[in-house]
């Protein structure tokens, strides 16, 4: 039986600007302490699973960026002679920090795109809600007033940012095939689009995700485009994962 293709959706950890309760939208933060142990201890979990990607999809933003470089640490290790090894010992700092050039396997290649990046806010970029509020009263106070959407000034749209999502899905799907491995580091608010995308929904569902969560779904690729009672079959396309944080208990 030819294997699936695997995806695995990943939330960046912890910013400082999650830590700082900021709506960071485009706005560049690093990661927290925190956060760095959150990404090491997902990576740690990954490698014991064998989860090693044969391509990594992130977003630009700093704070995505900073988690592939974790994550990807432990895997970017390259294999030791036996005799080598067996003389190293196990607690080994594999932090990207910690790398030489020689231990790099430049096999794993990383596509940094476009339409992983968060939700552009706009004129919200960077803020608390406190500081909005103080800057942009009478819209913070609309926006309390009613769950419709309310375009922010300098934001882009809904349907913007779900198309967006669509292209990125689209692309993921004719460039991979079954037997792939493909990891995808991306943001909280823009990863609900993704999945919504991927799942095939005519509507965007909120997803509580935590900082480093998991969303993993197996394609029958050679299977995708077909049209018969295919579709309805589960065997050929599964939720493995969905908002999985077990590495941070």
């Not at 190293?88 to 992983?116: C, N, R």
């Not at 300098?154 to 779900?162: D, I, P």
């Amino acid at each position: 039986m030819m294997k699936p293709l695997k995806l695995l959706f990943i939330r960046h950890a912890q910013s400082v600007g999650n830590q700082q309760k900021r709506m960071q939208g485009n706005g560049e933060f690093d990661l927290s302490p925190e956060g760095r142990q959150q990404a090491e201890k997902l990576a740690k979990r990954l490698l014991s699973e064998a989860w090693r990607p044969t391509c990594v999809y992130s977003s630009p933003l700093k704070r995505a960026v900073q988690t592939t470089e974790l994550l990807l640490a432990p895997f970017l290790v390259a294999a030791l002679p036996a005799i080598v090894s067996d003389l190293v010992d196990e607690d080994l700092d594999t932090s990207i920090d910690a790398l030489t050039p020689f231990q790099l396997d430049q096999q794993i290649p990383v596509h940094y795109a476009d339409e992983l990046r968060e939700f552009q806010n706009g004129i919200f970029e960077g803020l608390t809600w406190a500081e909005a509020q103080q800057r942009h009263p009478d819209l913070c106070h609309t926006l309390e007033q009613t769950e419709d959407w309310i375009q922010i000034p300098g934001a882009e749209s809904l349907e913007a940012a779900r198309g967006r999502a669509h292209q990125f899905v689209q692309r993921l799907l004719n460039r991979h095939n079954d037997g792939e491995q493909i990891w995808v580091v991306s943001h909280s608010w823009i990863l609900q689009h993704l999945i919504a995308e991927l799942l095939g929904c005519d509507r965007s569902w909120r997803i509580h995700a935590r900082n480093t969560a998991l969303f993993e779904f197996w394609i029958d690729r050679s299977r995708w485009q077909r049209t018969d009672q295919n579709r309805f079959n589960t065997d050929l396309w599964q939720i493995r994962r969905f908002n999985d944080c077990q590495h941070l208990r």
